[in-house]
Protein backbone atom coordinates (compact mmCIF):
# COMPACT_ATOMS: atom_id res chain seq x y z
CA UNK A 1 0.00 0.00 0.00
CA UNK A 2 0.70 3.99 -0.79
CA UNK A 3 -0.02 7.03 0.94
CA UNK A 4 -0.04 9.44 -0.97
CA UNK A 5 -0.40 13.72 0.52
CA UNK A 6 -0.75 16.44 -1.52
CA UNK A 7 0.39 19.78 -0.73
CA UNK A 8 0.61 23.56 -2.42
CA UNK A 9 -2.78 24.32 -2.77
CA UNK A 10 -3.71 27.71 -2.29
CA UNK A 11 -5.59 30.99 -3.11
CA UNK A 12 -4.45 32.14 -6.54
CA UNK A 13 -5.47 34.98 -9.19
CA UNK A 14 -6.36 34.04 -12.64
CA UNK A 15 -3.27 34.10 -14.27
CA UNK A 16 -1.21 33.03 -11.87
CA UNK A 17 1.26 29.71 -10.89
CA UNK A 18 0.75 27.20 -8.81
CA UNK A 19 3.02 23.69 -7.83
CA UNK A 20 0.91 21.30 -6.24
CA UNK A 21 3.31 18.28 -4.40
CA UNK A 22 1.93 14.57 -4.17
CA UNK A 23 4.59 13.00 -1.67
CA UNK A 24 4.54 9.44 -1.34
CA UNK A 25 4.88 6.79 2.06
CA UNK A 26 5.13 3.00 2.56
CA UNK A 27 5.83 2.14 -1.14
CA UNK A 28 8.15 3.61 -3.75
CA UNK A 29 6.57 5.31 -6.33
CA UNK A 30 8.56 4.02 -9.24
CA UNK A 31 6.09 0.79 -9.73
CA UNK A 32 3.22 3.04 -10.17
CA UNK A 33 1.18 5.22 -13.23
CA UNK A 34 0.68 8.62 -11.32
CA UNK A 35 -2.36 10.79 -11.98
CA UNK A 36 -4.10 13.88 -11.06
CA UNK A 37 -7.70 14.69 -10.54
CA UNK A 38 -10.02 17.44 -9.78
CA UNK A 39 -13.54 17.57 -8.28
CA UNK A 40 -15.95 20.77 -7.57
CA UNK A 41 -18.92 19.80 -5.33
CA UNK A 42 -21.69 18.34 -7.49
CA UNK A 43 -19.84 17.06 -10.23
CA UNK A 44 -17.57 14.06 -10.72
CA UNK A 45 -14.08 14.03 -10.54
CA UNK A 46 -12.33 14.78 -13.68
CA UNK A 47 -9.26 13.69 -15.43
CA UNK A 48 -6.40 16.16 -15.22
CA UNK A 49 -3.16 15.04 -15.98
CA UNK A 50 -1.10 11.30 -15.95
CA UNK A 51 2.69 10.63 -16.40
CA UNK A 52 3.14 6.65 -16.55
CA UNK A 53 5.44 4.14 -14.52
CA UNK A 54 8.37 4.69 -16.46
CA UNK A 55 8.39 8.62 -16.95
CA UNK A 56 8.27 8.42 -20.53
CA UNK A 57 4.51 9.17 -21.15
CA UNK A 58 2.44 12.43 -20.38
CA UNK A 59 -1.05 12.54 -20.57
CA UNK A 60 -3.62 16.13 -20.08
CA UNK A 61 -7.03 17.04 -20.28
CA UNK A 62 -7.88 19.60 -23.31
CA UNK A 63 -9.07 21.88 -20.43
CA UNK A 64 -5.33 21.88 -18.90
CA UNK A 65 -3.03 21.17 -21.98
CA UNK A 66 -0.43 24.40 -22.29
CA UNK A 67 -0.73 25.17 -19.23
CA UNK A 68 -0.09 22.15 -16.70
CA UNK A 69 3.19 19.76 -17.10
CA UNK A 70 3.24 16.36 -14.87
CA UNK A 71 6.54 15.29 -13.39
CA UNK A 72 7.77 12.72 -11.74
CA UNK A 73 11.10 12.53 -9.13
CA UNK A 74 11.14 8.85 -8.20
CA UNK A 75 13.99 9.81 -5.86
CA UNK A 76 12.02 11.93 -3.70
CA UNK A 77 8.91 9.92 -3.82
CA UNK A 78 6.99 12.54 -5.42
CA UNK A 79 4.64 13.69 -8.20
CA UNK A 80 4.43 17.40 -9.16
CA UNK A 81 1.81 19.41 -11.05
CA UNK A 82 2.99 22.81 -12.19
CA UNK A 83 0.05 24.97 -13.45
CA UNK A 84 0.32 28.53 -14.75
CA UNK A 85 -1.89 30.94 -16.34
CA UNK A 86 -4.93 29.59 -13.90
CA UNK A 87 -8.18 30.01 -14.55
CA UNK A 88 -11.17 30.52 -12.29
CA UNK A 89 -12.63 27.24 -13.92
CA UNK A 90 -9.34 25.76 -12.75
CA UNK A 91 -11.21 25.96 -9.31
CA UNK A 92 -11.58 22.46 -7.29
CA UNK A 93 -9.77 20.34 -5.22
CA UNK A 94 -6.98 18.76 -6.51
CA UNK A 95 -6.44 14.70 -6.14
CA UNK A 96 -3.06 12.64 -6.70
CA UNK A 97 -3.86 8.89 -7.08
CA UNK A 98 -1.16 5.95 -7.55
CA UNK A 99 -2.20 3.22 -10.34
CA UNK A 100 -1.08 -0.19 -10.33
CA UNK A 101 -0.91 0.09 -14.33
CA UNK A 102 1.81 1.51 -16.51
CA UNK A 103 -0.05 4.03 -17.69
CA UNK A 104 -3.82 5.17 -17.28
CA UNK A 105 -6.16 8.35 -17.87
CA UNK A 106 -9.21 6.68 -16.09
CA UNK A 107 -10.04 7.27 -12.44
CA UNK A 108 -11.42 3.89 -11.70
CA UNK A 109 -7.88 2.24 -12.51
CA UNK A 110 -6.75 4.04 -9.66
CA UNK A 111 -5.77 2.44 -6.87
CA UNK A 112 -4.85 4.47 -4.17
CA UNK A 113 -5.58 8.32 -3.39
CA UNK A 114 -4.41 11.03 -1.24
CA UNK A 115 -6.97 13.13 0.85
CA UNK A 116 -6.84 16.61 -1.79
CA UNK A 117 -5.87 19.99 -1.67
CA UNK A 118 -7.99 23.03 -2.25
CA UNK A 119 -7.01 25.21 -5.20
CA UNK A 120 -8.98 28.63 -5.80
CA UNK A 121 -8.54 30.93 -8.21
CA UNK A 122 -9.98 34.19 -8.15
CA UNK A 123 -10.98 36.31 -10.98
Known amino acids: QVLLMESGGGLVQAGGSLRLSCAAS????????MGWFRQVPGKEREFVAS????????SYADSVKGRFTVTRDDARNTVYLEMKSLKPEDTAVYYC????????????????WGQGTQVTVSS
Open 97 to 112: AASRLAYSDYARQYNF
Open 26 to 33: GRTLSTYA
Open 51 to 58: ISRSGSST
